[in-house]
């Protein structure tokens, strides 16, 4: 089993801290996992992206070029790498802040309407965690028990009362993939 | 061996020399190696170790000069443009014959060039970009694991040597994260080194460390010592990885390239090419045994990298015309796809290789 994932977004959207949880989460199930940033020279604002291989084998290339699944946070995400999916893969994007559909149909387009999620939970912040969630729901690639645990681990502990946020984030991001 | 870690490269290089006894870092920030500065002043203070932010590149290699001098197990790390600065530096350390670790994060160049990856500081690595006839041992990690071993690898060259190592990686290697185990158990003790300048207490007469020769003829004859222990570096350092020995076409890349090729051999199989890889671990001394272990069989060579052809010319010293030789590089900080070198192999498959 192999997932290529893109994530993509504008520097602060979560895009980078996204990846590493999931890729921490895959490390801790015991699977073969790189995680590569790359990023513009500012730190916010700009687009960053993040790529993240979860495979059952050693990581050949970190590099993903035809990502099995990406999950693009904002319109110039979508314009850049909607086309890099590979046929039969999986495109989540965020529609609160995209305002265009995607026009690939070869690939399962999912809409999450993440800020608007995240907001009602409480914080706009956990966008990124919506879409992550959506992705867990739909390809099963790590277990939602494992990026708790990876939570607990990468968040500093006088920051730990973010967890149940984060949680519920996940999960209404899976309740959406589930309600299909 | 330990639980596992998530960390980038630059972070595990870091922990690396820790827990191989470096109690000395000096460094200058710049991107993309700024997570090893930034892990060593957070780390050695724990430790008990010294970091120092430095004034420059040149003052942070002349405080390795220093420690390693007196004793000290030292590095300093810095990328492409900051490598440059510490050239006389190295020449030093060699003409002296102090050991230090010195880590090159390798980015876009010439000039201030790109902060992403490349590989184009290799002919300034394996040839010296400073004056001199000397050697450094260079070491290409593929992997944040390999990152991990070949940085203890390093500091234990380093002494047996009385020589600076050094370790080339590229931005990616520097940010990449991939999980990684640390070795358990206490740092290796050091070996002892009776020519150190610790102080005259217990010795007669004090240590002395100098590079100047004033006398052409014992100037030569330090020169020839250099030389013959260069001689035993080549005779016994040489390390590399060999993938699919039965193989017709074979890859050569090292560090992030090499992760690349590693998929384009297995795309390449899947499409029915019998494609393999030499992968040199050690950059200087070269790995020629690799290419006399296969050459014969082989029909030709790729060698793919970050850089416009450096390795390229280690590989046709290799070879020794008995193949063709062809080359595929990306330049600035840009990465080759596997889809790319896969289109170029097939070129050379077809008899269309190109320059050769």
């Known amino acids: 089993m192999l997932h290529e994932v893109l994530m993509a977004g504008f520097g602060g959207q979560g895009v980078m801290a996204m990846g590493s949880l999931l890729a921490y989460a895959a490390m801790l199930e015991g699977r073969h996992v790189s995680w590569l940033p790359s990023y513009g020279p500012e730190m916010r604002g700009g687009t960053a992206n993040c790529h993240v291989v979860i495979s059952d084998e050693p990581v050949a290339c970190p590099l993903v070029t035809e990502p099995t699944a990406a999950i693009v946070l904002n319109r110039p995400s979508l314009d850049r790498f909607e086309n890099s999916v590979r046929p039969g893969g999986i495109l989540i994007y965020n529609s609160s802040l995209i305002d265009r559909a995607p026009t690939r149909t070869d690939v399962r387009v999912v809409a999450v309407p993440a800020n608007r999620i995240a907001e009602e939970l409480g914080s706009a912040r956990v966008a990124n965690m919506v879409c992550l969630g959506t992705f867990l729901a739909l390809t099963g690639a790590v277990s939602a028990s494992s990026v708790s645990q990876s939570l607990r681990k990468a968040l500093p502990v006088h920051r730990h009362d973010l967890i149940p946020l984060n949680e519920a984030a996940l999960e209404r991001g899976a309740q959406l993939a589930r309600a299909g | ?356």
């Open chain 2, 1 to 356: 061996m330990a639980e596992l870690s998530l960390m980038k490269g630059n972070e595990a290089i870091a922990e690396a020399a820790i827990r191989a006894g470096c109690r000395f870092y000096a460094g200058y920030p710049i991107t993309p190696q700024n997570e090893l500065c930034e892990y060593m002043a957070r780390r050695m203070p724990e430790v008990g170790g010294t970091f120092i932010q430095s004034e420059s590149e040149v003052a942070a290699i002349n405080m390795v000069y220093g420690a390693g001098a007196a004793g000290a197990r030292a590095m300093t790390s810095s990328s492409s443009p900051g490598i440059s600065l510490k050239q006389e530096g190295i020449s030093y350390l060699c003409g002296s014959e102090v050991p230090g670790v010195i880590v090159n994060m390798v980015r876009g160049g010439p000039g201030l060039g790109s902060i992403q990856p490349a590989q184009s500081d290799y002919f300034q690595a394996t040839r010296g970009g400073g004056h001199g006839d000397y050697r450094t041992i260079v070491l290409g990690p593929g992997s944040i694991q390999e990152a991990v071993e070949l940085t203890m690898l390093a500091f234990e060259l380093a002494d047996r040597y009385r020589n600076p190592v050094v370790i080339l990686g590229d931005g990616m290697m520097g940010q990449m994260m991939e999980p990684v185990q640390f070795p358990d158990g206490p740092p290796p003790q050091p070996p002892a080194k009776p020519w150190a300048t610790t102080g005259t207490r217990g010795r007669g007469s004090p240590n002395i460390i100098n590079s100047l020769y004033i006398e052409a003829e014992r100037c030569e004859r330090h020169n020839q010592r250099l030389q013959e222990k260069y001689r035993r570096m080549e005779e016994n350092e040489p390390r590399y990885e060999l993938v699919n020995p039965e193989a017709e076409y074979f890859l050569v890349a090292y560090g992030t390239s090499s992760r690349i090729c590693r998929a384009v051999v297995g795309r390449a199989s899947r499409d029915g090419l019998r494609v393999g890889m030499i992968r040199p671990i050690t950059l200087w001394p070269f790995p020629r045994a690799a290419f006399d272990r296969v050459v014969e069989r082989a029909r030709a060579f790729l060698t793919v990298e970050m850089s416009a052809g450096q390795m390229v010319e280690d590989v046709r010293l290799a070879v020794e015309g008995r193949r063709p030789v062809h080359f595929y590089g990306r330049t600035g900080g840009v990465v080759p796809t596997p889809q790319e070198v896969l289109a170029r192999l097939k070129l050379v498959v077809e008899g269309r290789g190109g320059e050769s």
